[in-house]
């Protein structure tokens, strides 16, 4: 399940080997994460179940 609201990562590597791999990290904070996630469940993006087991997760993480 893909989280609007979660960190992103993308490894990003040059093409034919031998690049350098580079490494981009986007934070936000809880309220910012717990609004993305309620537009993600409001907009019909994920189902109330996906909802509540995303929400529990992120108020695991801060807790």
Excluded: F
């Excluded at 989280?3 to 031998?18: D, E, K, N, T, Y």
Aim: hydrophobic share 35%; charged share 25%; aromatic share 4%.
């Amino acid at each position: 399940m893909l989280l609007p609201a979660a960190a992103i990562v993308l490894m990003l590597g040059g093409c034919g080997g031998g690049g350098e791999a580079k490494t981009e990290v986007s934070t936000q904070t809880l309220g910012q994460e717990l609004t993305d996630l309620k537009q993600a469940y409001d907009s019909g993006a994920i189902n109330e179940s996906e909802y509540e087991r995303a929400k529990e997760a992120l108020l695991d993480k801060y807790r």
